[in-house]
């Protein structure tokens, strides 16, 4: 299972740190990534790193603004935003995927959480 938080409301150019715990599973035998879904919009992927967390791979419009770690001791996944755009504004999704290779397409994804609004307002 996977519980997201740390949605909210922020100005541009604002920051937010959203955390995803996962309960109940070996944390560190899957990829986790992070996508998200505006509205009138179709979900988009947003992030990923490995299981240890030494790689990550982002999409090119969070490119240098997001960050995605993890603490597998914590079992949890984060995603620091920063510079925040009105763009950015969508519901965040983490999810986990049990492959090595690199995905970005979220039918690739196992296992979901529940989301978290951001809205960024201009």
């Known amino acids: 299972q996977l519980q997201a938080s740390g949605g909210g409301l922020v100005q541009a150019g604002g920051s937010l740190r959203l955390s995803c715990a996962a309960s109940?599973?070996?944390?560190?035998?899957?990829?986790l990534g992070w996508f998200r879904q505006a509205p009138g919009k179709e979900r988009e992927f947003v992030a990923r790193?490995?299981?240890?967390?030494?790689?990550?791979y982002y999409a090119a419009s969070v490119k240098g603004r997001f960050t995605i770690s993890r603490d597998n001791v914590q079992n949890t996944v984060y995603l620091q935003m920063n510079s925040l755009k009105p763009e950015d504004t969508a519901i965040y999704y983490c999810?986990?995927?049990?492959?090595?290779?690199?995905?970005?397409?979220?039918?690739?994804?196992?296992?979901w959480g529940q989301g978290t609004q951001v809205t960024v307002s201009s």
């Open positions: 790193v490995t299981r240890s967390g030494g790689g990550t």
């Open positions: 999810a986990a995927d049990r492959s090595y290779v690199t995905r970005t397409a979220e039918n690739h994804y196992d296992y």
């Open positions: 109940g599973r070996s944390f560190s035998d899957y990829a």
